[in-house]
């Protein structure tokens, strides 16, 4: 049986606060051909998720600690939905297959369990959206923070100068 209890959810914590990323995940399953990926993501409001999908599986979402807000985009980049998960809101949601998301956290010290298919599939070059910035640029963090924001259903992220 594997526990995980406050001391291992304040180390994942910390470690995530060390990274240039400023997230981390920890595995749950054994290795990445368990036909289910289960881990907890420690991820910090300055970290940046580029809108992304993953044909073919689902992603079930679980808030541990903190806020954090999710949003799915229709293939232009135009909000769809808009999920804040925390306190007085929902915990777990479940993002179907092949749909474009991205997930912003609003609190130092965020944790979300993760549970799709396995086997592990990185992210496809061409799923990740074209219209969003890549990670490492200045636009990544103008979009971070844009999705911290709250945007609304039908509204789209335009980069600076576009």
């Known amino acids: ?34 036909p ?5 993501n420690a991820i910090e409001p300055d970290s940046y998720i580029r809108p992304h999908r993953h044909p073919g599986q689902f992603e079930l979402f679980v808030l541990v600690e903190g806020a954090c807000i999710l949003v799915t985009f ?47 599939l990185p992210t496809a070059p061409e799923d990740f959206a074209a219209w969003a910035p890549s990670e490492g640029t200045p636009e990544a963090a103008l979009l971070r923070d844009w999705l911290a924001a709250r945007p609304e259903p039908g509204t789209r992220w335009i980069a600076p100068g576009v």
């Open 36 to 40: 289910v990926q289960r881990m907890l």
């Open 74 to 120: 229709g293939d232009d980049g135009r909000v769809e939905q808009r999920v804040d998960m925390g306190p007085g809101g929902p915990w777990l949601l479940e993002i179907p297959a092949g749909t474009w998301h991205a997930l912003a956290t609003l609190d130092s010290g965020s944790v979300v369990l993760e549970v799709k298919p396995g086997p592990f």
């Open 1 to 34: 049986m594997r526990v995980i209890d406050g001391e291992t959810l304040a180390t994942l914590v910390a470690e995530a606060k060390q990274r240039p990323r400023r997230r981390l995940n920890l595995n749950l399953h054994a290795d990445h051909a368990e």
